[in-house]
Each structure stands twice: as structure tokens, then as C-alpha cells.
């Protein structure tokens, strides 16, 4: 793993990005969390980063992006339509697909980063649906 010396942690509150956070708050790290309410229908996990930024006494914020989907309305995690159920790689999952989602909360957080003197910004995507979920790479 690479060595930073204070970070802002995009948290989602799913097990990817809460692994992250343990780990570095783990290894002694200085980090901020920074989740996301962009009108997704699965607010559960923004209830488990919050209770899981309680837990490891972790500065928290909760961006409100909910009014994205006047802009960007055509996936099924943030529109009127039913969420498909299947596997990742199914056709039909590519309707969750909220685009460019990662690459503007990753602005926003090095924003953040930058205002508070961090040096670095991470995130923790899941690598297995790549083919899904197209991911900035940086």
C-alpha cells in the first residue's frame, strides 16, 4: 500500500470503502470521511458510514448532491423506475449506472482535500464490476 500523510476517505458506508477507512485509521493514518446523499435509494449505507465514522471517532461529512438528478436522471438509483435485481454483470444492472458519479465526488473531495491541507484523496471501488460501473482512474 502507498504512504500518505493525511487523507480524505470517500466513504460510501459498502464494505469496499469501510475496509478502507479501518485499515488506514488501522495503520494510524489522519483521515475525514466524505459520503455522498445524491438521491440514491440505498440510504442504508449512508447510515453505516456515519455509524462506522462514530465508531472509530472519524470526522464525517454527508455532501447533499440530491438535486443531481434534475441534471442526470436516466439510472434507476436515483429515478422513479425499480432497481433490477441480478448479478453485477447482468444487462440489466447497467440501469444503476448514475454517469460520471465517481469523478464528480472525487472533485468535490479534492476540494475538500486541498481546503484542509490533505495530501491525498482515496477511494476504494469495487473491481469487479468495472464493466458496469465505469470508473475514473487516477
Not at 464525517?60 to 423506475?81: A, G, P, Q, T, Y
Not at 475538500?112 to 476504494?124: P, T
Request: charged share 25%; glycine share 6%.
Amino acid at each position: 500500500m502507498f504512504s500518505l500523510k493525511k487523507a480524505v476517505v470517500l466513504l460510501s458506508g459498502g464494505m469496499d470503502s469501510t475496509t478502507l477507512l479501518y485499515d488506514l485509521v488501522r495503520k494510524g493514518q489522519e483521515v475525514k470521511a466524505l459520503s455522498f446523499n445524491y438521491g440514491q435509494k440505498h440510504k442504508k449505507e449512508l447510515e453505516y458510514a456515519k455509524k462506522t465514522c462514530e465508531t472509530l471517532n472519524v470526522e464525517h461529512k454527508i455532501m447533499d448532491l440530491s438535486n443531481i438528478r434534475s441534471l442526470i436522471s436516466n439510472s434507476v438509483l436515483i429515478n422513479d423506475e425499480e432497481v433490477p435485481e441480478g448479478h453485477y454483470e447482468d444487462e440489466s444492472m447497467k440501469a444503476t449506472v448514475v454517469p460520471n458519479r465517481n469523478a464528480i465526488m472525487l472533485s468535490i473531495a479534492i476540494g475538500w482535500a486541498e481546503n484542509l491541507k490533505y495530501d491525498s484523496v482515496v477511494i476504494a471501488n469495487h473491481g469487479g464490476d468495472h464493466a458496469i460501473y465505469p470508473q475514473p482512474r487516477i
